[in-house]
C-alpha cells in the first residue's frame, strides 16, 4: 500500500520535533551550558566538568527518553490493535505493574542496595513472569477476552503485593524510596542503564513492527484475517512477548510511567485514517516527543524539587484523555 503525500508530511513532522526535543532534553538542566558548549563537549574527546555532565548526565538521559517514549506509544498502539480495544495500553497486560513489583521486592529486601543494578534485573524478571502467567492463562490460543481477564488479574495481584511491601516496610526510608521510584523519572540515570535496557527494547520494536500487516488484517475481525492467511497464535506470541521486552525493560530503568500508551495513538489514529501499520511508526514517533517533551519540563518546571516524570504525565494525560472521551461522546450523539 502506497502512503499518501499527507502520512509523509505527518512522519516528517514527527520526526523533526523529535529530533528538535531530544537536542533539547541535551541542553536543559541545572548547570547553565550553552547550546555550543552542550555539542562541542558531547563530541569532544577532553575529560573536562561539561564534558562529563553531557555524557554522563544528559546523554543517557536523552537517549531513555527517547526509548521509552518509541516503546509506550508503540505497544500501545499494537496492543489496541491487537486486542480491538481503545483503552488497551501496556498496563493492561499487567507487565507494567510486575515490573514495578520485581522493583519494590528488591528495594524491599536490600538487593537493589547491595548490587547496584539489583532493581533494574529485578523489574525485568517480574516483567518475564507476568507475561509467562499471562501465556499461561490465555493459553496459546486464547482469545483477546481472556488476555485481557488475565493481564487484570496478574495487574491486580501485582498491585496488592506492591501494597502490601508498602505496608510492612522495614522503614520510612525504604518506603518513600519504593514511592518514588514507582512515581517514574529519567533523573540520576547513566549510560549503564541505556546498556541493560536497549538490547530489550530493540528486540521488542522488532517483535511489535513485524505486526504492522497482521494488525491492518485483523481491523477485518480475527476470521476475515485467519483466511487472509495471517497467522492469529504468531500475532499473539508477538504482541505479548515484544510488550513485554520492551515495556519490561523500560519500566525496568525508569519505574512506571503512565498515559504516553494510551493517549498518543488516540491522538494520532485520525490522522493516519485509522490504518495500523501507519499508526506504529507515528505512535513510536509521537510517544517520544511526548514523553521528551515532559522530561524537559520537569526539569525547567521545578528545577530544585524533583518533580516525577510519572506524575506529570498523568497531570496532562488523564484530562486530555476525558477530553478525547468527551469528543468521541460528541461525535457519537
Known sequence: MRNPPRFTLLMALLGALTAGLFMLSLTVGPAAIGFGDS?????????????????????PRAILGLMIGATLGLSGAVLQGFLRNPLAEPGLLGIS???SLGAVLAIYTGFSAAFPLGLPIAALGGAVVAVLLVRAMAGIGGGTLTIILAGVAISAFAGAMTSLALNLSPNPFAALEIVFWML????DRSMTHVWLAAPFILIGWAMLGALAR?????????????SMGIDMRRVQFLAIFGTAASVGAATAVAGAIGFVGLVVPHILRPLVGSIPSRLLPAS????????????????VIAPDRDLKLGVLTAIVGAPFFLWLVWRTRRTML
Not at 497482521?214 to 476470521?223: V, W, Y
Not at 516527543?289 to 526539569?299: E, G, I, Q
Open 214 to 226: 497482521p494488525l491492518d488484517a485483523l481491523t477485518l475481525g480475527p476470521d476475515a484475517a485467519s
Open 39 to 59: 555539542m562541542r563537549a558531547l563530541f569532544s574527546g577532553d575529560a573536562g566538568e561539561i564534558t562529563l555532565i553531557m555524557r554522563e548526565i544528559r546523554l
Open 184 to 187: 517514574g523519572s529519567l533523573t
Open 284 to 299: 513510536a514517533l509521537g510517544g517520544a516527543s511526548v514523553l521528551l517533551a515532559a522530561d524537559v519540563l520537569v526539569r
Open 97 to 99: 505493574a510486575s515490573a
